[in-house]
């Protein structure tokens, strides 16, 4: 039964943590969106100001090969120019290959796609992207520059160890200093309307026991008829099961597309090759837990499919 393996699932203290921190931060990527879409175009609006050649077309249709731009025109090239400038670690590898050179004239966020992790080719839009995009946006851009780069970093390290942990497991004090750097993190970004909601709603969240009780279990009685099992919060201030239900298959979601992206990514270099062989181990895990509970392993079937394609291709 679905809601019996959920209980079991969230009877286990440390992947109640991983789930509480993964919708934290959800919560922090949906504060992020309209920040970063509004910086990101007022930083645009200033570089076409300060620099005319950056009104220029691109008259060649430039795009990246292999993550390189080769034999870029004037205005691309000046592009690439200005986004090296601003970026904080320009000798760090840049995915250009997330990018359309052409629409760096014309479009803020394509200019944002830069500063970001590799694939976001066909993300358009702010409100697209996860957590890691706009916090390494956040990071590498020094068109934010009342952000503390070193805080954000932090931000980005848990986060990181928090989608690739082959356990779905985080432990208390890991908790605890999750929820001082996000903290710390929110209240630089205090000044945005949108993010003092985020920070109540992070807080609420980390308080959130997210149980789920049992009343009752499956029989039948003297006429045959099947009682059914009653779950509900334990709490009237706490979240409902099909709520749960829902952050945990959104969670695990998003950990399942990153890993299958990065497994079935061309690695650019050793270290990128090196990363999709973890991640390629660390997906096989993560199938391992969905299919340990007869409800992910359905929900999850058509990825489970993939993950054990993996080993047919070895």
Request: charged share 25%; net charge negative; with cysteine.
């Amino acid at each position: 039964m679905e809601l019996t393996e959920l209980c079991y699932r969230l009877n286990d203290g440390g992947y109640k943590n991983w789930l509480k921190a993964g919708r934290c931060l959800v919560i922090l990527k949906e504060g992020l969106h309209p920040f970063t879409d509004r910086h990101m175009r007022d930083f645009h609006g200033f570089l076409l100001h300060h620099n005319a050649v950056l009104h220029n077309t691109c008259g060649t249709s430039c795009r990246p090969r292999a993550n390189k731009l080769p034999s870029l025109c004037t205005a691309c090239s000046e592009w690439q120019k200005v986004i090296l400038k601003h970026h904080r670690e320009p000798g760090a590898t840049i995915h250009w290959n997330n990018c359309f050179p052409p629409d760096w004239r014309t479009h803020h966020w394509e200019l944002a796609k830069a500063y970001m992790p590799r694939g976001q080719a066909k993300v358009q839009r702010a409100d697209q992207c996860d957590a890691a995009a706009l916090l390494n946006l956040i990071h590498f851009c020094k068109g934010f520059h009342s952000v503390d780069p070193t805080l954000v970093r932090e931000v980005i390290r848990f986060r990181n160890e928090l989608m690739h942990s082959s356990d779905l497991r985080m432990t208390d004090k890991w908790m605890s200093h999750f929820q001082n750097t996000v903290k710390l993190f929110v209240e630089q970004l205090s000044s945005v309307p949108q993010i003092e909601a985020v920070g109540r709603q992070i807080d609420e969240m980390l308080n959130l026991d997210l149980s789920i009780c049992v009343y009752g279990e499956d029989h039948l009685d003297s006429s045959g008829l099947l009682d059914k099992v009653v779950y509900e919060s334990a709490s009237q201030s706490q979240p409902n099961a099909d709520l749960i239900i829902q952050w945990e298959a959104e969670l695990l979601q998003e950990t399942l597309q990153e890993f299958l992206h990065t497994s079935a990514a061309d690695g650019d270099d050793e270290e990128e090759d090196t990363a999709k062989t973890l991640d390629t181990g660390r997906l096989k895990q993560l199938g391992g837990f969905l299919e340990s509970s007869k409800d992910l392993g359905e929900r999850f079937s058509t990825e489970l499919q993939v993950i054990n394609s993996l080993d047919e291709a070895v």
